[in-house]
């Protein structure tokens, strides 16, 4: 009879000490879940700041780029005008030094 009530009794201790692990358990689970969520979360928003960053300095450098290729075609069409030039001016300053002799 002893042996059933202390059989009954380390039963019931052993069902309470299981039923106290298994709440921690799931506070413990209830947690880490809400920690992972909140990680994906933050990493999902620095995804999206980063691909915004890099959008944004893609689009600085193509303006960048443009307006590069717009003066460079300036100065070649101000070479070109100042080539188209040169022959006259030389004939010019021939002139002036045949007439001066």
């Not at 921690?24 to 909140?38: H, I, M, P, Q, V």
């Not at 100042?82 to 006259?88: A, E, G, L, M, T």
């Amino acid at each position: 009879m002893k042996l059933l009530i202390i059989g009954l009794s380390l039963s019931f201790i052993a069902i309470g000490v299981l039923y106290y692990l298994n709440n921690e358990l799931k506070k413990k689970l209830t947690y880490n879940n809400r920690a992972l969520l909140a990680l994906q979360k933050e990493f999902t928003q620095y995804q999206i700041d980063e691909s915004r960053v890099k959008e944004k300095d893609t689009a600085r450098m193509e303006i960048r780029h443009d307006n590069i290729a717009k003066t460079i075609t300036k100065n070649e069409q101000l070479i070109s005008a100042v080539n188209q030039r040169i022959p006259d001016e030389i004939k010019k300053c021939i002139k002036h030094i045949e007439l001066g002799r």
